[in-house]
Antibody, heavy 120, light 108 residues
Framework: EVQLVESGGGLVQPGGSLRLSCAASGFTFSTYGMNWVRQAPGKGLEWVSYISTSGSAISYADSVKGRFTISRDNAKNSLYLQMNSLRAEDTAVYYC?????????????WGQGTMVTVSS | DIQMTQAPSTLSASVGDRVTITCRASQSISSWLAWYQQKPGKAPKLLIYKASSLESGVPSRFSGSGSGTEFSLTISGLQPDDFATYYCQHYSSYSLFTFGPGTKVDIK
């Protein structure tokens, strides 16, 4: 079964750090671009970051640029999001999502999400 | 940056209705558009990509159309399972992605 499972969410104080992980299974992880998408409570979807198959191409939303770092370990079938200098407005459910193909990179597989709460 | 808008923000409909949701881009995005369905507490689900291509396993009552700046998602014969929030998304080869604000389809 094709699956993405996020972990690492939790409660963190403003200014703190957190590292999210996404474990992939059921497909050849190294051949797909990957993304992080977040959703604040009661709000819509916000794309956060993208990483290409090899990690050579990376992009970020302006709202997290300079604070968040995306990475991947193809040997471990895992995607990561290092989040530093966290703010209250970063509170959200964070999803990892697979890009369909290099050309049509809509998000065809999603994880169940992990909740990040930034609060003192 | 490209901005995406959706209309309406909320749509009340009955089972069996034909419903249409509109998505507009602030500049031409060719056919680089996807539609997602999201139910409360669940992850989004891809319905349509490349503006009109139906994702595998998605019922044929869902269809997408449009190109350039105006797009639509149509559900022909609304089913009880279709009450959800729908998002459009622009995706690009430059690895930048923008979601629309969403349209909630609820029961009239």
């Amino acid at each position: 079964e094709v699956q993405l499972v996020e972990s690492g969410g939790g409660l963190v104080q403003p200014g703190g750090s957190l590292r999210l992980s996404c474990a992939a299974s059921g497909f050849t992880f190294s051949t797909y671009g990957m993304n992080w998408v977040r959703q604040a409570p009661g709000k819509g979807l916000e794309w956060v970051s993208y990483i290409s198959t090899s990690g050579s191409a990376i992009s970020y939303a302006d709202s997290v640029k300079g604070r968040f770092t995306i990475s991947r370990d193809n040997a471990k079938n895992s995607l990561y999001l290092q989040m530093n200098s966290l703010r209250a407005e970063d509170t959200a459910v964070y999803y990892c999502a697979r890009a369909m193909t290099t050309l049509q990179n809509a998000f065809d597989i999603w994880g169940q999400g992990t909740m990040v709460t930034v609060s003192s | 940056d490209i901005q995406m808008t959706q209309a309406p923000s909320t749509l009340s409909a009955s089972v069996g209705d034909r419903v249409t949701i509109t998505c507009r881009a602030s500049q031409s995005i060719s056919s680089w558009l996807a539609w997602y369905q999201q139910k409360p507490g669940k992850a989004p689900k891809l319905l349509i990509y490349k503006a009109s291509s139906l994702e595998s396993g998605v019922p044929s009552r869902f269809s997408g159309s449009g190109s350039g700046t105006e797009f639509s998602l149509t559900i022909s014969g609304l089913q009880p399972d279709d009450f959800a929030t729908y998002y459009c998304q622009h995706y690009s080869s430059y690895s930048l992605f923008t979601f629309g604000p969403g349209t909630k389809v609820d029961i009239k």
